[in-house]
């Protein structure tokens, strides 16, 4: 029991903080009303944020690499890490246009 709530934790750790805060909040009892003051979403979507936040909790809490171990990775609302492409680097160069 204490090795599933070490990996719901780390998992958790992982979230960004809306979704972690929104969670944590609910498993504490706290009223849906003041869950959204801390999230800043409007009382209908919460629901909502609730589903996703439990999605990307699963995902991270499920998440296993090539040799069978489980990996945590980080999870920023579905935004890769990879290198992002410069602005303007696709575009041509003056006189290339023909």
């Known amino acids: 029991m204490a090795d ?8 958790l750790r992982r ?16 009223p849906a009303d003041v869950v959204c003051q801390y999230v800043n979403v409007e009382q209908a979507a919460l629901d909502g944020l609730y589903r996703m936040a439990e999605a990307k ?5 499920n998440v296993t690499d090539d040799c069978g171990r ?5 999870i920023w609302a579905g935004i890769s890490r990879g290198p992002r492409p410069r602005l303007g680097s696709t575009a041509p160069k003056p006189g290339e246009l023909q």
Do not use: C, K, V
């Not at 599933?4 to 998992?11: G, K, T, Y």
């Not at 489980?70 to 980080?74: E, K, L, N, S, V």
């Open 57 to 61: 909790l699963l995902a991270a809490q």
């Open 4 to 11: 599933e709530l070490s990996q719901r934790e780390r998992a």
């Open 15 to 30: 979230l960004p903080l809306p979704y972690s805060l929104a969670l944590r909040l609910r498993d504490a009892g706290i």
């Open 70 to 74: 489980r990996q945590t990775p980080f």
